[in-house]
């Protein structure tokens, strides 16, 4: 079933070279908006808390080897299967806490956090740039004014603010003037944005926005791609796809073609029709699609017998996975947390495990780079696909007790004052 659903996809990206350049979407985008969901409110409770915990134990799983080789982790951690601790430095945009226990999670989940809150006040029929902008700097300036609340001789409550403050100061001097209209003050900022580099900065936050649009893809990524401020290029793209991909994965009985589908099917903005250059995002898909082709094809023509080709792919050893690294490896960015590498990253890990939950995050955990992103937006995709109750049990209460406890992120309130949100409106 995996090789069929693979060719299937390979021949389908192959048509879609003609036949996606249509300047009309494929559905009435307003008819989707206004079409009832079909999951009960039981399951929409599931899948919105499965997106956000099965996104945190992504993050989890990587936190402690961020941006770390393979070589370092497999030194270290050998073949990473399960959540660690995380031995390691604080910063801002990964963990707050050092020595954070096994579970604790970086930026990956506080953004999650911060769109949640977001969206648990918002009219699921347009969003609001400005609006989330707004919210973005009243978190900052609420950092910033924390340093005159704190008396103290020592340095440390300051260091501990600041970390704070600089998870978000490159976020602020793009939003400030855009919540201002100053066009200039925002492309500027937009431009310098971590340097200019074309970082995945909605892709941070881009499974919330797809679960708050359950079964409505087209307008997940009509959404997402407004609130892409930080996004450039087809990284805004990229952005958007990926909270279509999560709306998708929240359909009932959802399948891996319906949702690897969205890649291709999905282009309100009309990146098939860009002159000379085309779909970005495309290519990366039929790239991830050749080296999953490619990988499994290597490792079967190892096997001497079909049990040892079943047996291979059961064991997922770092001998299986080795080839894919390799293929991978060859389309490496300058920073790792480039979004074209993530998304060819994310895509690959995802088809190559045929969407196994444990597996595909073992899959980019293992192989390195900005792994907790990955493992953080792949985990927030199969989370919304299978549910929370679906999801590794040992992982997801430790997860949920240690963001709870220890970071003060309370996972189950988040998700229970979204659904309750969605639950308003749509129901």
């Known amino acids: 079933m995996r090789n069929k659903i693979i060719a299937s996809l390979l021949l389908s990206a192959a048509v879609c070279v003609y036949s996606c350049q249509s ?42 080897t961020e941006m770390w080789s393979r070589e370092m982790i497999s030194a270290e951690y050998g073949f990473v299967q399960d959540l660690d601790s995380m ?13 954070l226990t096994a579970g604790g999670t970086t930026d990956d989940t506080r953004w999650k956090k911060l769109a949640f809150e ?41 260091e501990a603010n600041s970390l704070k403050v600089g998870w978000l100061q490159e976020w602020a001097k793009a939003a400030r003037p855009y919540v201002k209209n100053d066009l200039n003050g925002y492309q500027i900022g937009l431009s310098t944005f971590y340097g200019g580099e074309m970082v995945c900065a909605g892709l941070l936050y ?15 990524y009509s959404e997402a791609f407004k609130l892409a401020l930080f996004d450039i290029g087809y990284a805004k793209d990229i952005t958007a796809l990926s909270a279509a991909m999560t709306s998708a994965a929240m ?13 291709r099917s999905v282009d309100p903005e009309q990146y098939y029709g860009a002159r000379l250059v085309g779909r970005s995002s495309y290519r990366i898909l039929q790239t991830a699609l050749q080296i999953v082709q490619e990988a499994k094809a290597f490792n079967e023509a190892k096997a001497t017998t079909e049990d040892e080709r079943i047996a291979n792919v059961q064991k997922w050893t770092p001998e299986y996975l080795q ?3 390799e293929k ?33 995050l073992i899959f980019l955990v293992n192989y390195g780079r900005d792994n907790d992103t990955t493992a953080a937006i792949a985990g927030g995709i199969l989370g919304a696909y299978y549910g929370f ?3 590794p049990e040992q992982m997801k209460n430790q997860v949920l007790e240690v963001n709870k406890n220890e970071l003060d992120i309370d996972l189950k309130e988040l998700s229970e004052n979204m659904t309750e949100n969605l639950l308003r409106r749509y129901k």
């Open 23 to 64: 300047p009309e979407t494929k559905k009435d985008v307003a008819e989707e908006e206004t079409k009832p969901l079909s999951l009960s409110e039981g399951e929409l409770q599931d899948k919105v808390l499965g997106m956000l915990v099965g996104s945190a134990i992504g993050d989890a799983m990587g936190a402690p």
């Open 87 to 99: 031995v390691r430095e604080v910063s801002p945009e990964g963990i707050w806490k050092a020595n």
């Open 328 to 360: 991978l490896d060859q389309h490496l960015q300058d920073m790792p947390f480039h979004a074209g590498e993530i998304h060819l990253q994310v895509l690959t890990a995802m088809i190559f495990a045929d969407f196994d939950f444990e597996k595909t």
């Open 251 to 263: 359909k009932k009985e959802a399948t891996q073609t319906e949702v690897l589908d969205v890649l």
């Open 389 to 391: 109750d679906r999801l």
């Open 118 to 158: 977001y969206l648990a006040g918002e009219n699921p029929k347009s969003l609001d740039p400005k609006q989330f902008a707004s919210h973005i700097l009243a978190q900052f300036d609420g950092y910033l004014a924390e340093y005159k609340t704190i008396e103290s001789e020592t340095a440390e409550p300051f």
């Open 206 to 220: 881009a499974p919330a926005i797809g679960a708050f649009f359950p079964e409505k893809p087209e307008k997940a």
């Open 323 to 325: 080839p894919a690294f």
